[in-house]
């Protein structure tokens, strides 16, 4: 066998290789099918999202290569090549299911906004294939705004709290009590505009700030202040330090945000799969003295919610999780003796599922979740909201479970989540922004005053010293 028979034989492997996974991950896509180890479904939960938010990238793959073997004749050469070429035509068959499965997900979040629309008597068309919007998002899909400021790695604690922690858990998990403030460039001290603080998933281990996704666009074109919460990651730090950390973060805020513009008293908490368990729980639990040592005065209420894939059932009594989340979450990230099941751990679980902290006077929830979740099943949410409506009758809660989605679908830039994206936007707007940017005060009858911008001295060493 010659040099070039050779190459050409590792490309028609290789191509058959990436044939066989680009099939199989497709019907992965397609169907949800759910993975009894974490860490596979970890892996299969990305790629899902790949094939079903940007499918667009694998079929330019696939033809890339495609190419590639024919320019280099590797597919006159090889019966291989040719029979896999066949393969991938169903692979792309596939993929554009998906991606009109994207499209269609429109009908769903159109029912959601005409609903809506009933009560704030405003109804917002979402961008379609004919819309200009639809095509510039289509084809520059991480766009970004550039209207903005940022305010990066703000620490949020005080001295009083940092010197024991970097004694105990060391200088990393201080440098992780931070906050990064996106202030829109239109708004400036004492405009009183909303605030939407984001708090990261990762499953309590890992994760970042900057995993923000596409609801911090929408939500800053809107002139809305964002703040996106860093906390204390497990093992190193172990639960539920995670909790009181955003409590410190929402402490901050509440004392701090006038100065970019933002009013203390409209504040919404959001966040994805363990950030939407973070979010729900402190919307759930304002003032609960035990979450809050060294800071029991603090008023740490907010006015609204809006978790995403979030497990809002740490318990599982009905077994939804297929590879038994609840036993991590005992061992690895709150790192507690004996089994899951054992009473005292089966009530420390309940006492942090935000399914069991609903109470008859809650503050408005919208709970968002993908149908194809297989890493947190759409059942959690379903009960939550059942629940919700059973023990809170009339505080407010609106569901909207995305047809297609996968866990975490809507931190991928794709049709879906840009239509839930102004779907969530929706709903924040009408229920704490419903006169708009520069309209709030003036509705209010009052004329706010403008705030000093001053500096930050206080935050880190000497707020309570």
């Not at 006038?258 to 409209?266: D, K, R, S, Y």
Request: hydrophobic share 40%; aromatic share 12%.
């Amino acid at each position: 066998m010659g040099l070039v028979s050779l190459v050409q034989s590792c490309w028609a492997l290789s191509y058959a290789a990436l044939s066989v996974a680009g099939l199989l991950l497709t019907g992965v896509a397609i169907t949800g099918v759910p993975a009894k180890n974490r860490k596979v479904a970890i892996v299969l939960t990305l790629l899902s999202n790949h094939m079903s938010e940007l499918p667009w990238t694998v079929v330019l793959m696939n033809l890339a290569f495609s190419m590639w073997l024919s320019i280099t004749g590797t597919t006159r050469a090889s019966a291989l090549v040719r029979f896999f070429n066949f393969v991938n035509f169903i692979t792309a068959a596939g993929l554009a299911y998906l991606f009109k499965r994207s499209i269609d997900s429109k009908e769903a979040v159109d029912a959601f906004l005409e609903q809506l629309s009933k009560e704030s008597k405003t109804r917002v068309e979402l961008p379609g294939p004919n819309s200009p919007r639809f095509w510039s998002q289509f084809l520059n899909p991480i766009h970004w705004t550039r209207n903005y400021t940022l305010y990066e790695s703000i620490p949020y604690w005080v001295s009083t709290e940092m010197f024991p922690i970097l004694r105990s858990e060391g200088k990393e998990a201080v440098q992780l009590m931070t906050l990064d403030v996106y202030k829109p460039n239109k708004v400036h001290a004492g405009d009183h505009r909303p605030v939407f603080v984001y708090i990261h998933g990762g499953g309590w281990t890992s994760g970042s700030k900057k995993w923000t996704g596409p609801i911090l666009t929408e939500l800053l074109s809107r002139e809305w202040v964002v703040v996106s919460v860093d906390y204390r990651l497990a093992p190193t730090s172990k639960y539920p330090a995670q909790l009181i950390d955003c409590k410190r973060a929402l402490r901050w805020i509440k004392d701090e945000i006038q100065i970019f513009g933002g009013n203390p008293e409209q504040i919404v908490v959001g966040g994805d799969s363990s950030g939407g368990n973070l979010a729900a729980l402190l919307a759930l639990t304002p003032n609960l003295l035990e979450f809050q040592p060294g800071f029991e005065s603090v008023d740490t209420t907010v006015q609204g919610c809006v978790p995403q894939s979030a497990p809002l059932d740490l318990t599982d009594v009905m077994n939804y999780s297929q590879y038994d989340a609840r036993t991590r979450f005992i061992k690895e990230v709150a790192q507690r003796e004996g089994s899951a099941k054992s009473a005292d751990n089966l009530k420390f679980l309940t006492e942090h599922s935000p399914l069991f902290r609903i109470k008859e006077s809650a503050v408005p929830f919208l709970v968002v979740h993908g149908d194809h979740d297989s890493f947190t099943p759409v059942e959690g949410a379903r009960d939550f909201v059942h629940e919700f409506k059973k023990k809170s009758p009339s505080s407010t809660i609106n569901y909207l479970e995305v047809p297609g989605g996968h866990h975490g679908f809507h931190a991928f830039p794709s049709p879906r989540s840009w239509f839930t994206v102004i779907a969530i936007a929706e709903w924040l707007s009408f229920h704490f922004d419903r006169h708009g940017p520069g309209k709030q005060a003036a509705a209010e009858g009052e004329t706010k005053p403008k705030i000093p911008a001053h500096e930050l001295v206080e935050w880190g060493w000497s707020k309570e010293d």
